[in-house]
């Protein structure tokens, strides 16, 4: 494994094309939340409509799987460090969040009362507020992954392939997701050697590597054209294809290092994911009512950019600030000190 880390390259100890492909996702989620909540707000789709529809079929599961790559470097450590990254981290945010982004839907834009906080911060662990559902269900992916990690793999991952293709739907939305998404975290976990050397593949044979793509978006276009690409067994086919084909653009991306800004993005996604939610709502309310931008596509495009840039200079403001704990975790909430100030979600 450590031969393949190093042949992706790194800065500061990190895998580059990872934070790129870290980036690609967190970009494409904020995208498709801007994209659809101006299209709602305005009643008409935008240029922007077709790309985040081209997106649906990989976006989330690319995240999940880019989040099991590094499970195995941490799977086997005691169970207090285990639970403390892995679980406990991810509760802090979860609960943090959920009280602002109630605070802010409720108290600014709606009518909720503080005496409701409570209860509200209970349900986040049934029903996590819209945005933060992905940390919700990272602890949950972490958890089943060190109950069954001593199981046969092909027997773990093969009832995480059913429960995919069974497209179960309970109406409960966190039973519904991790059925549906479990999956490719599970095969980031378990082929993680493997995606390391899908990277370093691409990097060596580009040309192959930009053929191979172009025959991906021909394909992924138009399974999403025809309406086939949700159906049984294509949806979780399109899903891997479209996880390894971003693996593959980020590693060719990373090589030749010409797009920082996106591996800046990927190297902070939690900051990003945390806080987006917030300056997407603010200036999406705020630019349709100055109606300086009319158009929903390039208004999905500004609200887009603004959420995505928005949580990064916030984080920079207040990292040497006491406010600095919006995006780390306290000491007081770690159930082992001396944990890096700031976790990416992986």
């Known amino acids: 494994m450590t031969a393949t880390y190093t042949a992706t390259g790194g800065h500061d100890g990190r895998v580059d094309w990872v934070d790129y492909a870290k980036g690609f996702c967190i970009v494409f989620v904020v995208m498709m939340h801007a994209t659809y909540g101006v299209e709602a707000a305005l009643g008409q789709q935008g240029f922007m409509h077709p790309l985040v529809e081209f997106m649906t079929p990989f976006r989330i599961p690319d995240f999940f799987l880019l989040s099991g790559l590094f499970v195995g470097r941490v799977i086997d450590?005691?169970?207090?460090?285990?639970?403390?990254?892995?679980?406990?981290?991810?509760?802090?945010?979860?609960?943090?969040?959920?009280?602002?982004?109630?605070?802010?839907?409720?108290?600014?834009?709606?009518?909720?009362?503080?005496?409701?906080?409570?209860?509200?911060?209970?349900?986040?662990?049934?029903?996590?507020?819209?945005?933060?559902?992905?940390?919700?269900?990272?602890?949950?992916?972490?958890?089943?992954?060190?109950?069954t990690r001593r199981l046969p793999m092909p027997l773990v991952l093969g009832v995480a392939a059913v429960l995919e293709i069974a497209h179960i739907d309970t109406g409960y939305f966190v039973v519904d997701q991790f059925c549906a998404r479990i999956v490719y975290f599970l095969a980031g976990y378990y082929a993680c050697r493997q995606v390391f050397q899908l990277a370093a593949w691409a990097q060596g044979h580009v040309r192959l590597a930009l053929a191979g793509l172009a025959a991906w978006a021909v394909m992924e276009a138009l399974a999403v054209h025809f309406g086939i690409s949700a159906l049984p067994v294509v949806s979780l086919v399109l899903g891997m294809a479209g996880a390894m084909a971003v693996v593959a653009a980020s590693a060719l991306m990373a090589g030749r290092d010409v797009f920082a800004p996106l591996r800046y993005c990927g190297r902070n996604t939690l900051v990003i994911y945390l806080a987006f939610f917030l300056f997407m709502a603010t200036s999406r309310?705020?630019?349709?009512?100055?109606?300086?931008?009319?158009?929903?596509?390039?208004?999905?495009?500004?609200?887009?950019?603004?959420?995505?840039?928005?949580?990064?200079?916030?984080?920079?403001?207040?990292?040497?600030?006491?406010?600095?704990?919006?995006?780390?975790?306290?000491?007081?909430?770690?159930?082992?000190?001396?944990?890096p100030k700031l976790q990416p979600a992986e």
């Open 77 to 147: 450590r005691d169970l207090r460090t285990y639970l403390d990254r892995k679980v406990v981290h991810f509760v802090y945010f979860l609960l943090l969040w959920s009280a602002i982004i109630f605070l802010v839907k409720g108290l600014l834009f709606g009518d909720a009362s503080l005496r409701e906080l409570p209860m509200a911060l209970a349900m986040a662990f049934i029903e996590p507020f819209g945005t933060l559902w992905f940390i919700h269900m990272l602890p949950i992916f972490f958890i089943v992954a060190r109950l």
């Open 285 to 339: 309310v705020a630019l349709i009512k100055l109606g300086l931008v009319t158009d929903a596509g390039w208004l999905s495009v500004i609200v887009t950019l603004i959420a995505v840039t928005g949580p990064l200079l916030l984080h920079l403001a207040v990292k040497n600030t006491p406010a600095r704990y919006l995006f780390v975790r306290p000491e007081a909430f770690k159930l082992v000190p001396g944990r």
